[in-house]
């Protein structure tokens, strides 16, 4: 069974995937493929629990900012910039961005959103881009759009930088050291961090590979992925020279799309050296360690993360229901037990809990 088929199985039995734990697996790994598995599988991620009314365009209150944005927005993605009705496009995303802003004005529009809406709406279509937008404003970018941007961006790229510190004291990697060492502010990072990386990358295929691996992790694991992204593509960097180090490395990593430099994005690498790096540091001890605060709404807190979104909730209920060693075993013997039939499951069970 290729990929393609065992992500179809997943789809067919998502009913009964239980805070869609092996969905999240899975992309996380592979990623979805494709449109045809994005538009059903991204909804899901992103909470969308029920349709909203679109309705019709009302001018919100950040709307000539909103108009700069997306009037020289989409020019970048390969897949569309040469599309002849990107004008309608952008006039379809703009729809999207006034409606979703002036049905919720407590949201304050920062300068990013708009890549962010695009993406889902190349993806999903309008309507469905609409809804998912709405949705990721309110489970996934929250922090961006109802706080200061000050408060949240700062302790994300302390934390960043911290992290990169310890892995590189632990790999005696001497030249990532000693940039970390001199570079206090990445601020490289914040358009990685405020769009999921759909401001910075040219491909969409890209884009969407990135995004499948955010919507199957913890909210902060984008930070995990700026960290790794550093690592992977830091070598290039010329340090003889201190001076004009700051800037080398922020024009380095803000233009992610120059083939000159970064000629292979090494997507799949950098994914996985994001789990290594999620295994090996904990957020909350790194946070702890080094002071860095963040408001304790924050929804790079797990637990403020999954209250948010209604799959996690049925999720923690389940672990409730019954003890936590039963839970536990099914759920690390998830792929032999879906092979076993009832009777065989109810007495492998029994035995697990006898013999511990």
Not at 225 to 239: G, R, S
Request: charge should be negative; hydrophobic fraction near 35%; glycine fraction near 4%.
């Amino acid at each position: 069974m290729d990929n393609s088929q065992n992500l179809q199985s997943l789809l067919h039995n998502i009913a009964h995937d239980v805070g869609y734990e092996k969905i999240r697996k899975y992309g996380r790994t592979n990623g979805f493929h494709n449109i045809y598995f994005r538009r059903q599988i991204w909804s899901k991620l992103l909470g969308v629990d029920q349709q909203l009314p679109y309705y019709e365009r009302e001018k919100c209150l950040q709307h000539d900012q909103l108009l700069k944005d997306v009037n020289r927005s989409l020019n970048t993605i390969q897949q569309v910039k040469n599309f002849k009705e990107i004008d309608q496009l952008r006039n379809c995303l703009m729809d999207v961005l006034d409606t979703i802003f002036s049905q919720h004005p407590n949201y304050s529009y920062y300068q990013g959103y708009h890549d962010v809406a695009s993406i889902l709406i190349l993806v999903l279509g309008v309507e469905q881009g609409y809804i998912a937008a709405t949705y990721a404003a309110q489970n996934f970018f929250k922090d961006y759009l109802a706080q200061e941007l000050s408060t949240t961006i700062t302790p994300q790229y302390q934390f960043i930088r911290n992290l990169l510190l310890r892995y590189s004291r632990d790999t005696s990697n001497h030249k990532l050291r000693q940039l970390m060492l001199c570079i206090e502010h990445p601020t490289c990072v914040i358009p990685w961090i405020l769009t999921w990386f759909s401001h910075s990358l040219d491909n969409i295929n890209d884009i969407c590979r990135i995004w499948d691996f955010l919507l199957c992790s913890k909210q902060n694991t984008v930070l995990y992925v700026c960290a790794a992204f550093i690592v992977i593509h830091h070598e290039i960097l010329d340090l003889r020279s201190d001076e004009d180090l700051i800037g080398e490395f922020q024009e380095h990593f803000q233009n992610l799309n120059n083939k000159d430099r970064i000629s292979d994005l090494k997507i799949e690498q950098v994914l996985q050296l994001t789990k290594t790096l999620e295994s090996q540091y904990g957020f909350e001890l790194i946070c702890d360690q080094e002071h860095i605060l963040f408001s304790q709404n924050s929804i790079v807190y797990q637990q403020n993360f999954k209250s948010q979104l209604p799959y996690y909730n049925s999720l923690a209920q389940l672990e409730k229901s019954i003890p936590k060693k039963v839970f536990n075993f099914l759920n690390e013997r998830s792929d032999i037990i879906l092979n076993l039939g009832g009777i065989a499951l109810s007495y492998l069970i029994q035995f697990y809990i006898v013999k511990n």
